[in-house]
């Protein structure tokens, strides 16, 4: 018997049904479907003004859809506001890295560890070991382990980019949604974080927008293209690169 890793199910965990996401009347979003198993790390690409910031904020609640439903587990998130969706394990990373500049990078990751126990108390709080067993793992992971003392205002943009995505695994989401998270980074950045996407889809699902191909490739994941708010192809890069329509709006221009 094949041996699954147990975090590794064949459940839907994330599930967009048939949504439709206007703005006086263009649709952003236009029955969009979409299936994210639980464990899984999908690649979504698709030209600009395609929907892909759209489909993040419909998930999130920032933006609530004129039709269709929107599964988290067994939750429907359309009726819940984003601070409520925010506590329900789906985390976010907006384009651009919005760390506390005058921080450590200690003090970034340990802040986001207090302000999700406890917003109200957080300057209160007292670390325990394990919280700085953990907030020294999470610099491990994130490659930030020479810079823990360093001012995050004096990283380069890469290496902010990477200490939002531990601010973000401090708050232990099950969901990760990344929203390209590469652009303005070097080559040697760019393949960093591939390999820290790559690590943190052992433990969380994940859903990465990105428009750099060589990323994506490095990712070798499901990729599922969007095109005018829906779901152009789907499949693995290869095959989707091989669409003709594909190619035809996105690739071959
Ligand atoms: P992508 O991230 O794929 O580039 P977006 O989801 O940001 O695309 O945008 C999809 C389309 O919806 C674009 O045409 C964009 O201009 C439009 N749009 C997005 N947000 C808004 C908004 N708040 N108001 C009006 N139009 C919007
Ligand atoms: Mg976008």
Redesign the pocket.
Known sequence: MTQVPPHRSVETLLFLDNVTVS??G?K?LNGLNLDVQSGEMRAII?P????????MDVVTGKTKPDTGRVTFRMTDLTRYDEAAIATMGIGRKFQKPTVFESHTVWDNLELALKSRRDPLTSLRWRLSTADRDRIAATIARIGLDADSARIAGALSHGQKQWLEIGMLLMQEPELLLVDEPVAGMTDGETEKTALLLRDIARTHTVVV?EHDMNFVRSLGVRVTV?HEGSVLSEGSLEKVQNDPRVIEVYLGR
Do not use: E, P, Q, S
């Open positions: 703005f006086d263009f952003a698709g600009n003004g395609a929907g892909k910031t759209t489909m927008v969007l």
